[in-house]
């Protein structure tokens, strides 16, 4: 049994199926990335598995327990955390606070209304841990909103982090970063996704970023899956070089 | 009394207070949809129209020139007051606005008191609709008839506005995308400016039109705005169709509710308020929830 | 803290130095300053910006005047009850609100707080229609106390529940349960999806709210020995909003401050003119426009800078 299972994942908007009938297995400590063209319907396929918009048909499954009936905050607490493709942070909070309230949310006081030294205590040394392990330590003190582009990126996944998910959901990590930043997200990712501890789900549209991170690739296309392999067949594809890599590979 | 007369009778009493409802929540949904400002001040525009507009009948001697006058000078005022003022909260969060435009309503109700007193005056309906007309042997104020009618004409003319004129085109535009409309060598600031005019001189010439019905007095304005804030949430923030709808929606409620339980009428337009948002919470024909 | 003790002690020994008319003035700034600082905790804490509070003081009003008048029951039972009561149709009224978000939150509450001031003007057996109720008694009790007839005695009441409530409230906001109300406020997306269910922290703070509101207008009509429809209108509502802005929202004792310094501004200005309210719209205006922070924002920057 895979950890999580889409079983014919469809969302159509009116006359526009976003997402059809997708089907994918993402076995425990494997980082799988899901690319295609734009509109291909990735970050829709995003929404569907964490619940933020419910499937027109089809079933999620994690764990073998169908995920469908939850909404997003409970498809969250069952061990899927998400980013987001265009950050989502706390501004006025520092990068510390932001882990904290982040790694709170899975502790079973997260809602005690008085006092909470020891909610507090825990929740921050989760944080802190998620914070170096993506090398933000330095910068932990300060307002999210006025860390650099490509700290705030990585900040967001350290949060996802700190909840020690059972999945890890990165919507285009490397989204708007300059080269150089790529560069550096890329191998801070890579690191952590090294001990292959995680499991971790990421869209992504930068092929470097893919195939550097990646040992498995889903090739999403209108909506479908055209290709579904580690990623030197993948390259090899011919429906997916005529789909989207073109000239590319 | 016969059911067919007294149903139509009723059904065109409530035309007449949708027209008055819809003036009063077009211009504030029109301000939300384009700005997205919620201008609290909107009642108290609608009372200053009523005031003004039975001072300019009052000297002139014409009920049709208070009802160009009242919502001309209110127009007026809510350019001034968004030039001054409002045009500079932009870069604030929406609750600033809220805010503000509190303020205002404390200031302007204070100055209409001062200037009006706390009587309430009695604006004389204009004497070619001062008759009443038998529709099925039931007697009718011609009145009312006009205000059903004046309230199609304003609809149909706000509508041909938005999609037939430049200043309806660029209003479109901006709330769509102010900046684009910025790039393309248009001042928005005017563009917003203008609106808010519109918006207050709207809810001003429903001012005017009640006061023959209501009498113009300093409890308008909590009326008013109670009953503008419903019919925006129940057609949808923004939404000119919506707060049409909603407006002969809520007219009804009130009409038919006022006559069979007159003690739950204004409960009864809560209640409808209640049902629209449980499904659906961005109201009738809102995009956002 | 260290002003916090120092003015609680000032608070306390304050009936001994202030004329009478002084005390009643002080007893009802104390009252507003409680429900000014509960209105803090949903508008300053967690954005949600409620237009009918007044429903929260309202309803507190009328039920401690109705138990005291038509029950026997000693006043601080009363006072708890009708605060219990405005807690739990606060319940109800938030799960109805939170349907929406935003500006339509706001609008949802001034029109429920609408609702209820039509009942208090309709419902004529219990809450006396327009007349409202009138000849409240501080009774004596329970165990044979009777300082809470006294003014002085009930003054040392309000700012017992007070002091009661600013130290929950202090608490409240510095918890965990605090922290996702922060987060609610500055990003409830992102807090919805670390898996916070934040509109039942959103209930859990209005109830909070309408507690507190509701126990300052508790002891408001034994206070006043009347309530009436004024209480639940929308622009006391809107007064309310004004002393947290004022005072400075997301401190707790801002709001306080915001409520005394409402009391004063209006006592002063009533002396002088009749059209207070002008003045008052435009001091309002001014604090949006120049000092979102408030009173107590800025006299803290002046003592940082």
Redesign the interface.
């Known amino acids: 049994m895979a950890l999580l299972e889409l079983d014919g994942l469809t969302k159509r908007y009116g006359g526009l199926t976003a997402v059809n009938g997708v089907t994918m297995r993402v076995e425990a400590g494997e980082v799988r990335a899901v690319i295609g063209p734009n509109g291909a319907g990735k970050t829709s396929l995003f929404h569907l598995i964490t619940g933020v918009v419910p499937a027109s048909a089809g079933d999620v499954r994690f764990e073998g327990r169908s995920l469908t009936r939850l909404s997003s905050y409970q498809r969250c607490q069952a061990g899927l955390s998400r980013t987001f493709q265009l950050t989502s942070l706390f501004p006025e909070m520092t990068a510390r606070e932001n882990c904290r309230l982040s790694a709170q949310a899975r502790l079973a006081r997260r809602w005690q209304p008085y006092g909470g030294q020891a909610v507090f205590g825990e929740a921050s040394t989760r944080g802190d841990e998620a914070l170096e392990r993506l090398g933000l330590t330095a910068v932990a003190g300060r307002p999210a909103g006025l860390l650099s582009h490509g700290d705030q990126r990585l900040l967001e996944v350290a949060m996802a982090l700190a909840q020690r998910p059972r999945v890890l959901l990165l919507d285009e990590p490397t989204q708007g970063l300059s080269v150089e930043e790529t560069l550096t997200a890329v191998e801070t990712l890579a690191g952590l996704f090294a001990g292959g501890r995680l499991t971790v789900l990421l869209v992504e549209h930068d092929m470097e970023v893919v195939f550097r991170l990646a040992q498995k690739i889903t090739v999403m296309h209108r909506g479908s899956v055209i290709a579904d392999d580690v990623p030197s067949v993948v390259k090899e594809d011919a429906a997916v070089q005529a789909a989207y890599l073109g000239g590319y590979a | 009394m016969d059911l067919l007369p007294f149903l139509l009778t009723q059904c065109l009493n409530a035309l007449s207070q949708a027209a008055l409802l819809f003036f009063l929540g077009v211009g504030l949904t029109l301000i ?1 949809g384009i700005m997205r400002i ?1 201008n ?1 001040a909107h009642g108290t525009f609608y009372m200053l129209g009523a005031f003004i507009g039975y001072s300019s009948a009052r000297v002139t001697g014409s009920f049709w020139a208070g009802l160009v006058i009242g919502p001309l000078i209110a127009g007026a005022i809510g350019a001034a007051f968004e030039m001054g ?1 409002l045009r ?2 932009y870069r ?1 969060d ?3 606005f ?3 435009t ?6 302007l ?3 209409i ?2 200037i009006w007193g706390v009587d309430a005056l009695q604006l004389e309906v204009p004497e070619v609709f001062s008759g009443i007309v038998f529709l099925f042997d039931e007697p009718f104020p011609t009145y009312r008839l006009f205000l059903a009618g004046a309230g199609v004409v304003v609809a149909v003319g706000i509508w041909q506005f938005l999609e037939r004129t430049r200043l309806g085109l660029l209003i479109r535009a901006t709330s769509q995308n102010a900046e684009m409309v910025h790039a393309l060598g248009v001042d928005v600031n005017l563009v917003r400016t203008a609106i808010f005019g519109i918006g207050c001189g709207l809810a001003a010439l429903g001012g005017v039109l009640a006061a023959p019905l209501v009498t113009a007095s300093l409890g308008m304005a ?1 009326n008013a ?2 009953d503008a ?2 019919i ?2 129940i057609g949808g ?1 923004g939404s000119f169709l919506g707060s049409l709808l909603a407006a002969v929606l809520v007219a009804f409620v009130q009409v038919f509710g006022t006559y069979y339980f007159p ?1 739950f009428a ?2 009864a337009m ?1 209640m409808l ?2 049902l629209v ?2 499904i659906r ?1 961005g ?1 009738l024909l809102g995009k956002e ?1 | 803290m260290r002003a916090v003790v120092c003015a609680a002690i000032v608070l306390a020994i304050a009936p001994f130095g202030l004329p009478l008319f002084a005390m009643t003035l002080l007893t009802e700034a104390l009252i507003l300053g409680l429900l000014a600082m509960s209105l803090d905790l949903m508008v300053g804490y967690t954005r949600l910006i409620s237009f009918g509070h007044a429903a929260a003081y309202g309803l507190g009003a009328y039920t401690s005047g109705y138990l005291l008048l038509h029950t026997s029951l000693p006043l601080p039972f009363a006072v708890l009850a009708a605060s219990a009561l405005a807690g739990a149709v606060a319940i109800g009224v938030a799960w109805v609100c939170t349907l929406a978000t935003g500006i339509s939150f706001s609008m949802l509450t001034l029109a429920f707080a609408q609702l209820l001031y039509a009942v208090a003007f309709k419902w004529t057996s219990v809450t006396g229609a327009s007349d409202g109720l009138a000849g409240i008694p501080r009774r004596a009790g329970p165990f044979g106390i009777t300082m809470f007839q006294t003014k002085d005695g009930y003054y040392y009441l309000v700012l017992f529940c007070l002091l009661g409530a600013y130290a929950f409230c202090r608490s409240l906001v510095r918890s965990p349960f605090g922290a996702v109300l922060r987060g609610i406020r500055e990003n409830e997306a992102k807090t919805l999806s670390l898996g916070y269910n934040t509109r039942l922290y959103k209930i859990a703070v209005v109830a909070v709210s309408f507690a507190l509101g509701g126990l300052a207008g508790a002891l408001y009509s034994p206070f006043a020995g009347f309530a009436n429809t004024d209480l639940l209108f929308w622009l006391f509502s809107g007064q309310v909003l004004i002393m947290v802005i004022v005072g400075g929202q997301g401190t707790l004792h801002g709001p306080i401050l915001g409520a005394a310094f409402f009391m004063l501004l209006e006592h002063v200005l009533s002396l002088y003119t009749e059209s207070w309210a002008l003045f008052f719209g435009l001091i309002f205006i001014g604090f949006v426009m120049f000092a979102p922070e408030g009173i107590w924002g800025l006299l803290t920057r002046r003592v940082r800078a």
């Open positions: 939300f919620v609290f003022l500079r909260l604030r929406a609750s600033a809220l805010m503000v509190f303020g205002l309503t404390l200031v109700g204070e100055i008191r001062l909590g705005i109670i804030f419903v925006v949430i923030m003690d204004l409960a809560y308020m209640l948002l449980v919470p109201g929830a």
